[in-house]
T-cell receptor
């Protein structure tokens, strides 16, 4: 979805380096998410944020941190990258609607390789 | 979130309807059924969702059984571009409940 952008789209780095992945959205949504996907597997939730002052750990938060700089921006950091963090990373946004539906819209993904 | 079960893979002839099943026998009353798809390594794309009534949009139809324990996503006239992994997800709207993506069904549309 063009309304959700991720930078960089591809990144190769070395073990021990600090990496930041950035996500921006123009959908005006309050909720933002970071997922990772390993080959042949489904997506797993890393962190999520329901508004600028809200940060929550997901299923696999160890080794990651996030920053919600503004409603439209949500960054994911790997403080000291390790090879098993090699994966596809997706950002998503959503906006809770009246009645409870909360459809998520995904960015194009960042392919991260840690050597 | 309720667990879902989907076939690992399915084939469909181009131009025919693709019917993708999903079992969610432990679904609770406030949980919606969502369908997404992922083409190659692109970001997952939202298709449709529903609570208990059948739903239709420009992409697909969603049929939910009366007991809500299973559902079927129907792509009425599958094209080669519909080849993708399809994810069935059940999710409530309570604060803190998030999407859980399983392995999904790999649909191959054949010429």
């Amino acid at each position: 979805d063009a309304d959700v952008t991720q930078t960089p789209r591809n990144r190769i780095t070395k073990t021990g380096k600090r990496i930041m992945l950035e996500c921006s959205q123009t959908k005006g949504h309050d909720r933002m998410y970071w997922y990772r996907q390993d080959p042949g597997l489904g997506l797993r939730l890393i962190y999520y944020s329901f508004d600028v002052k809200d940060i929550n750990k997901g299923e696999i938060s160890d080794g990651y941190s996030v920053s919600r700089q503004a409603q439209a921006k949500f960054s994911l950091s790997l403080e000291s990258a390790i090879p098993n963090q090699t994966a596809l990373y997706f950002c998503a946004t959503s906006d809770l609607k009246f009645g409870g539906t909360d459809t998520q819209y995904f960015g194009p993904g960042t392919r991260l390789t840690v050597l | 979130d309720a667990k879902t079960t989907q076939p690992t893979s399915m084939d469909c002839a181009e131009g025919r309807a693709a019917n993708l099943p999903c079992n969610h026998s432990t679904i609770s009353g406030n949980e919606y059924v969502y369908w997404y798809r992922q083409i190659h390594s692109q970001g997952p794309q939202y298709i449709i969702h529903g609570l208990k009534n059948n739903e239709t949009n420009e992409m697909a139809s969603l049929i939910i059984t009366e007991d809500r324990k299973s559902s079927t996503l129907i792509l009425p006239h599958a094209t080669l571009r519909d080849t993708a992994v399809y994810y069935c997800i059940v999710r409530g709207y309570n604060y803190g409940q998030n999407f859980v993506f399983g392995p999904g069904t790999r649909l191959s549309v054949l010429p």
